[in-house]
């Protein structure tokens, strides 16, 4: 007997973003501390990019249902075809079961309605439902159909968890505040930014290069990452240091959603030294992160931010190169000025101006100062060390 976790799936698996990423890591994670995964996709393969990756040989991928040619064309018919199939998926669960006396469901989004019949099924079938939020509930819920499904979620499926899982200390006070989670005394834990370490090693494709690169990975659009500010801060700095180079990786291609980096692109003097790479696969971010004299990511002090936690800081850090970051959400809590990043104050663009000059102008701080923040991500945020949550807490809800 022992520990069987389950992940379940209606997205293609193919095209994997920071949050499938983490999901993956959680999942390699349990597996590691000895636990079985089972991973079940609706109405989808499991890609080659997967089921071939050692690391997760692990996790037993189930597909449950094909996705039929009508369906392709309509995303109503292969919505409530996916509903269908988790209506249906007691008899998939039940034998997966046998074995373990412990057990638990790991789902994430808000999609009242799927959720329901999550909980619904892990009732049926005794497994603990454990829930994850990354990112604050309202942030883009500008409809009235969002914020409906949003008040159902948060006021009935929330309070029906076993426990809640978060990444930031303000989404840990949001959760444990609600009226009928605090009533119910539904467990709410922290669940930090994790990364799988050992995929961030240096390998051989080493680039060479005169420049001091600053890199910066992620999106382009919006005000999530602040890349706006980054350009302009470069722009500051980058006639005295002029052998550095700005280099941002990320989908560039729908200009209408750029005004303010292609507005902020005006500030600088020579355009050949800030260098857009657009969408790259996996490996090759890695090995960018790895060529890069620093990392730099000019978070703004927004909701987003205070309530989230940068999956990309993890891995930045990794890497051992240094970082400059804004002194975000928390951030502080973890890295110190000077010790194990740079930290700009927020929305100062002089601020990060001179915290990417500070760290350029001298290499052997700088190294320093990255190996001490890669020292830190293997003790807090490796992914075998957050995932020693999820074991505890599923201890104690079946202690209860």
């Not at 690169?213 to 470069?234: C, E, H, P, Q, S």
């Not at 002029?242 to 292609?262: T, Y």
Request: aromatic share 10%; hydrophobic share 40%; net charge positive.
């Amino acid at each position: 007997m022992g520990k069987t976790f389950f992940f379940i799936s209606s997205s293609d698996l193919s095209r994997l973003g920071a949050a499938q990423f983490r999901l993956l890591a959680i999942a390699r994670g349990l597996t590691e501390h000895g636990a079985k995964v089972y991973w079940i996709l609706l109405a989808s393969k499991v890609p080659d990019s997967l089921s071939l990756d050692e690391k997760y040989q692990s996790i037993t991928f189930i597909s449950v249902g094909k996705q039929r040619a009508l369906i392709n064309n309509s995303k109503v018919a292969s919505y409530f075809f996916r509903l269908y199939l988790l209506i249906s998926l007691g008899p998939v669960l039940r034998p997966l079961c046998c074995d373990s006396d412990h057990k638990a469901l790991f789902s994430v989004g808000d999609g009242f309605l799927n959720l329901i019949v999550i909980k619904r099924l892990c009732s049926k079938e005794t497994i603990l439902l454990f829930h994850e939020r990354t990112e604050y509930p309202y942030l883009n819920a500008n409809s009235p159909l969002k914020r409906l499904n949003l008040f159902l979620y948060l006021n009935i499926f929330i309070p029906q968890c076993d426990h809640i899982f978060v990444i930031s200390t303000a989404l840990r006070e949001y959760f444990s505040t609600l009226p009928k989670v605090k009533r119910k005394n539904v467990p709410v834990s922290i669940l930090n930014m994790l990364v799988e370490t050992d995929r961030y090693q240096k390998s051989d494709r080493t680039e060479v290069t005169s420049y001091k690169d600053v890199v910066y990975v992620g999106t382009m659009y919006g005000d999530k990452d602040g890349v706006y500010n980054l350009i302009r801060a470069f722009g500051f700095i980058m006639d005295n240091i002029p052998e550095a180079r700005l280099i941002l990786v990320g989908d560039d291609k729908r200009k209408a959603l750029m005004a303010k980096v292609i507005s902020a692109l005006k500030s600088i003097t020579d355009r050949n030294r800030v260098v857009f790479i657009g969408a790259i696969n996996r490996m090759d971010v890695i090995n960018k992160i790895n060529n890069s004299y620093c990392l730099a990511l000019a978070r703004p002090d927004n909701i987003q931010a205070k309530y989230g936690f940068p999956t990309k800081l993890g891995e930045y850090l990794t890497t051992g190169r240094p970082v400059v970051v804004t002194a975000v959400g928390d951030i502080p809590l973890f890295l110190k000025d000077g010790d194990n990043a740079f930290i700009a104050e927020p929305d100062s663009i002089q601020s990060f101006a001179s915290k990417l000059e500070e760290c350029l102008s001298d290499e052997a701080m700088a190294s320093a100062i990255g190996e001490r923040g890669q020292k830190l991500v293997k003790e807090q945020f490796d992914y075998l060390a957050v995932t020693k949550v999820i074991l505890l807490a599923s201890e104690k809800g079946y202690a209860q």
